[in-house]
């Protein structure tokens, strides 16, 4: 059974290390079974370089037709499950055909990678990068390995950033107005504001903020949108009387968000909105939606 | 079933609160920040229920307030070990939940006060404002509550070391003042939840949580640092402010009472015009009364326990401010009750004489506020004003202990124009009573005059009305109580004690039939003793011009007696009648003794019919006739003969018999020389002594009926002889005794008489006096073995 299981095996074993993979931050992803990795921390224009092993198993040698590792940036949509869209491909030789006898280390960099897009796991989307090492060989099937890594990229603050401000209501019934402080807001900032109740002659029972994900995926006719609610944030509890000015502060922190995205690749697109509800005690809901900014700011310039 | 319910659901949420607590507690035993948060933030969800009365949601309220204790701890400690505390000021709110997220800021945020890593102010303005997000009145309120609780001992002021700049304790003020405002908002809202029907009962809810408002003016007035500037230029307006905005009737009630008892005295004092102020725009429903008695008791209160404090109330005028506003209040609410209004200026008026006991104007203008106001609404007939006005008419009463004092206030009177004939006859009953237990001296004319304008209810009926309901042993009373009154007015002078006599009459004789008989006496009597003190006078200084003469003073007792005779009170007439001639014989005015004699007697001819009465009436008449000496022979012969003339017509025998022996007297006076008639006084004598003969020939003709009455006859016609022997009337003589002596033994011993000690103590008399050295000679002429 041991000589069996053994014919089966992959006649070598693959591992990629990065060079300063010790000191590189990691940050979490989620793979497709579910699980959280830990995954390093790549921005555009970084350069990418690292060793492959290549260590045959005892006894074994590794014929072959060459070595290469490529760095691939990937759109894969669920509902087109199987369809890799490439949108970088850079690929270096890193040997020439022949047989590995043994452990073999293999240097690779690529210097100043462009990779314009951010990872992203969506419902519908992934974006990801990751670097494959291909053992190229005739009739006995190609070796493969992949190592995934994140890249996030980062941006200075928008020079222009007004605040949101409306006001709207349904007559005779309702008039609030409210205020976000700003309309650009970076992953880890406050959202501030308030809302004004001009008129209620509803019984308002409470009123929350969601923060709410929109992805669009595809083009035309196939376009998929998907909406998800990140964050529901309760703003106010019971019924205000006209007047009445209530404060909003929601940090964005402890929520998983991700900058906004515009047409990645035309492939697909991520919005973000935050959602005023006001929830009366008929369980009647009513609500503006109003879209924002989310980016990453430059972890140095965060105070 | 709702209560049942309700404990049901309580129970539910303590046994959640004590889990997730215990939870919160084993997290905070393993330094665990996050769990310790997250339990701590499900226990307070407990705390988002709807379904709990206010007074099981407090219940609640303190279990959680209890654990949120360990929390604050907890949180300190944390900061200790290096967590940044502005970081644990984020972390908290994130919570998804409004209500555990501000409890959790709230708590930290006074962590965070104390560290004084940021300035406190900061802080405090976040807080109070992060609280606008629950708008839920209940829930509200307790996180405000809570909210005031943690920051309590942290407010920064003046000297206290967590002052920041100069400014702080102001905003540690307006910290305070917002809750204050804004819990306030959300406790009147409370009235607003739910369906109408259950208002009373929310109403009560309600007021079992005013406290909770309340606290935050008691922390404000603790705060050091508010002077009388900033309570008079900002907390104060503030505070007012926010009452007359709310329109709540029990709001305005209990936080205007609070602001009275939080703050002190002499804020209030130099405040007044501002507090008063915001009374007339209090919702009309406000019991306005109260709040204002309580101020106007503060304040007395605090002018008697301090002397130096009475500078201050003349200095701010606090009289004519409370007049004022009372006038304002009065007239802003129109549907006040007379009760109410009347009730309002009882405090005020208790107020001015304990502050200013020396200012009879300021209560004599508090009286005429009250006339005002009573004009517009005419006479009270409510029991319940009634009953104010009386205790508002009594106070000074209570206050001076003297009537004079009152005397003075001239709109007392027309205050007592208003009371209805019960309430005006009570209050005189009080006015006069305190006359009399005070034991006050009116010695002019003039009070005696306002007095019984006063005393009204009590001299005559009103509008001719006359109640037949009144029980007669308390109109005896209250009348007895007019002439203790009338005895107790008094002037050494006697011209000014004439006056009052005049006045009194004045009042009496109004007083209507039912009352004179037992009125005119005391002022008779009264006149009488001024009438003895003129005489004993001498002279009389004013000459005869002046009114205080003996013969004036008579003359008007006779008019005023005769009002009695038209009451048919001819009893009381003739004995006051006696009494004049008595005291006109003293001064010897013949004509008007006499004239009082006539009146006497026509009294006695024309109205007293009874038997019985008029045997009394001529034994008055006889025993005051005797005694008379200003009359010349033929006066005195026609009188004499006039009495011995009823004497003989009065019905029965004895009575005939009696009155005769007592008429013998009037023919012997001990004084005078020319009064001692021995042989008429034999005559009267000899003729009462047959109609005792005739008394026993009845007797003996219907034996066994009144057999003893002519032996008593005969053993008192004994003793009369004897007397006028003893006086030495040489006209009774050994016979006259002996025959009557005969006649006693005699009668005795045919019949049982029963007047056996009655002879026994006549003989042991004789017996004593023939042994007196005086006597013995007039006595020989008597020999005892006639008794034998």
Known sequence: MNYLLGAFKPACNISITFTDGKNRKQVPIKKDNGQIVMNPLFQSQETIAGKINIEPYQGKKVEHNGVKVELLGQIEMYHDRGNFYDFTSLVRE?????????????????????????????????????????????????????????VRNYVPPPPINNSIKMEVGIEDCLHIEFEYNKSKYHLKDV????????????????????????ESTGAGANTHVETETLAKFELMDGAPVRGESIPVRVFLTPYDLTPTHHNINNKFSVKYYLNLVLVDEEDRRYFKQQEITLYRLKEETLS | MIADDDEKWLAAAIAAVKQNAFYMQRAIDSNNLKDALKFSAQMLSELRTSKLSPHKYYELYMRVFNELGTLEIFFKEETGRGCSIAELYELVQHAGNILPRLYLLCTIGSVYIKSKDVTTTDILKDLVEMCRAVQHPLRGLFLRSYLAQVTRDKLPCIGSELEGDGDAHMDALEFVLQNFTEMNKLWVRMQHQGPSREKEKREKERNELRDLVGKNLH????????????????????????????????????????????????????????????????????????????????????????????????????????????????????????????????????????????????????????????????????????????????????????????LKLTNYPQVMEYLDHETNKAMAIIIVQSVLKNNTHITTADEVDALFELAKGLIKDFDGKIDNEIDEEDFQEEQNLVARLVHKLYNDDPEEMSKIIFTVRKHILTGGPKRLPLTIPPLVFSALKLIRRLRGGDENPFGDDASATPKKILQLLSETVEALSDVSAPDVALRLYLQCAQAANDCELETVTYE?????????????????????????????????RVFNVENRDTLTHKATGYSARLLRKPDQCRAIYECAHLFWADEGENLKDGERVVLCLKRAQRIADAVQKMANASRGTSSTGSVALYVELLNKYLYFLEKGNSEVTGDTIQSLAELVRSETKKVESGAESFINSTLRYIEFQRQQDGMSEKYEKIKMEWFE
């Open chain 1, 191 to 214: 959202i501030l504001g308030k809302i004004y109740f001009l008129l209620v002659r509803i019984k308002i029972k409470n009123m929350d903020l969601e923060i709410r994900r929109r």
């Open chain 2, 596 to 628: 009082f004699f006539t009146k006497a007697y026509l009294l006695y001819e024309e109205e007293i019919s009874d038997s019985k009465a008029q045997v009394t009436a001529l034994h008055l008449i006889i025993g005051t006739l005797q005694r008379m």
């Open chain 2, 219 to 406: 922390v404000l007035s603790q705060l050091e640092g508010v002077d009388l500037g900033i309570y008079r230029d900002t907390v104060l307006p503030r505070i007012l402010e926010q009452v007359v905005n709310c329109k709540d009737e029990l709001a305005q009630c209990y936080l205007m009472d609070c602001i009275i008892q939080v703050f002190p005295d002499d804020f209030h004092l130099q405040t007044l015009d501002v507090l008063l102020g915001a009374c007339p725009q209090l919702q009309p429903s406000v019991d306005i009364k109260t709040v204002l008695s309580g101020l106007m008791e503060r304040l007395s209160n605090y002018a008697a326990s301090s002397v130096e404090a009475l500078p201050n109330f003349l200095q701010v005028e606090a009289f004519s401010k409370f007049n004022y506003a009372i006038g304002k209040v009065v007239e802003a609410q129109v549907d006040l009750p007379a009760a109410g209004s009347v009730t309002l200026y009882l405090f005020l008026l208790k107020f001015t004489l304990h502050v200013y006991s020396d200012r009879l104007d300021y209560v004599d203008q508090v009286l005429g506020s009250c006339v005002t106001q009573l004009s517009a609404t005419g006479k009270l007939c409510d029991d319940k004003a009634a009953k104010q006005i009386v205790a508002f008419l009594s106070a000074p009463l209570e206050k001076y202990n003297n009537v004079v004092t009152i």
């Open chain 1, 94 to 150: 890193i040997d020439v055909p022949g047989e590995i006898y043994e452990r073999k280390t293999y240097p690779f960099e690529f210097s100043s990678v462009e990779m314009p897009y951010e990872t992203f796991n969506g419902v519908n989307v992934r974006l990801r990068y990751v670097l494959k090492v291909t053992v190229t060989r005739g009739y006995a099937g190609s070796i493969v390995e992949y190592q995934d890594f994140v």
